[in-house]
């Protein structure tokens, strides 16, 4: 690895093993000329894979055009962008932009504690970010120790309890944060009835119920976002990773009843909006609808599922559509991954026994029955390798 990243670059990050220097469609290529097939779409950004011509076209035509001009004034662009995504939301408010998932999540937490409530429940085992705020309502102590003390009054509940809702939300509480399906936790879906009693107990006691969506969002699971699989319409949804096609871009998508909390001066982002990266969100949900490829998400996910599921050490398959977790019978998921990128493919442990697969969604069938092939012969070869010292999951 080129030892300017390790002098350059801050020690937040591990110092990663190959260096990426293109990518056409799902294949990227790195600086020793390896192909490698990916399966991990930039962790859930790529959605039309790299370099879509799509996003070309559209970001090299509105640079000429316009390139930036802060939220001093409006853009045709970006008003543009939010009369489709409340289209496709289905939620009759109005929209914030920013420029990555965590910032949406702060910015749902500054429009909670506008309602005058000061308390948040969140979930054990979530992950909303990185930020302070979204670090306070990440369910992870390992994630959260080294920066406390984080905001107080946030408690967290268990998603396997259904009856801690009703009991932790009340009408101190400002709002409800909840992934349907926690993706940095190791992709594990929340139950319908899970979410179903969030969303009676949080109208019940008029707090907001803010789904995050970064992960999950623009078609990953099927639906444009996956708690419309459930026929619910949340108060705050939040969405990043997909929705700029590679290029930085989120936004808090906020119901009508919420939409007028915020007051000119309350909250901001000088790069939120841009109109190239709007354009570029715009060339996503037009080429999702023109492709349907929600529909290739939903069957490419079931092809996956019913492929990987016949190998002998998988013990589950987890997820919905493109967002999967492949739960291993044995601890042995970084391994996997690391024998996985030897043989050409990325994908990533979320855990010690189970791997996320997010292929970008104009994948096909050809590519997902190669990649369950080589996870199949990178779980061989790492049991053959070391299979005496991996624990039993």
Known sequence: MNNKFNRYLLSNYSSPNIQIVQGEGLYLK??????????????AVNALGHSHPSIIEAVSKQIK??????????????????EKISSISGINGKIFFCNSGAESIEAALKLSRLTGRKKIVSLENSFHGRTMGALS????????????????????????????????????????FIETIQGEGGVINLSKEFIYQARYVTQKKNSLLVIDEIQTGFGRTGNWFHHQKFDIKPDVICVAKALGGGLPMGAMIVSEKYSDLFTPGQHGSTFGGNPVVAKAALAVIETIEKENLLENAKNMGILFGELMIKNENVKTITGDGLLIGVKLKQLIAKEVEQECQKLGLLINAVKEDTLRIAPPLIVDSQQISRSVEIIEDAIDITLKNHGDKYEIS
């Open 137 to 176: 309502i990440t369910g992870q102590e390992s994630k959260q120790k080294p920066f406390k003390p984080l905001i107080k009054n946030i408690k967290f509940i268990d998603s396997q309890k259904i009856s801690r809702i009703s009991r932790s939300v009340s009408r101190k509480t400002a709002a409800f």
């Open 65 to 82: 055009i316009l390139d930036h001009v802060s939220n001093l004034y409006s853009n045709n662009v970006i008003e543009q962008l939010s």
């Open 30 to 43: 790195d600086s020793n000329g390896n192909i490698y097939l990916d399966f991990l779409s930039g962790i």
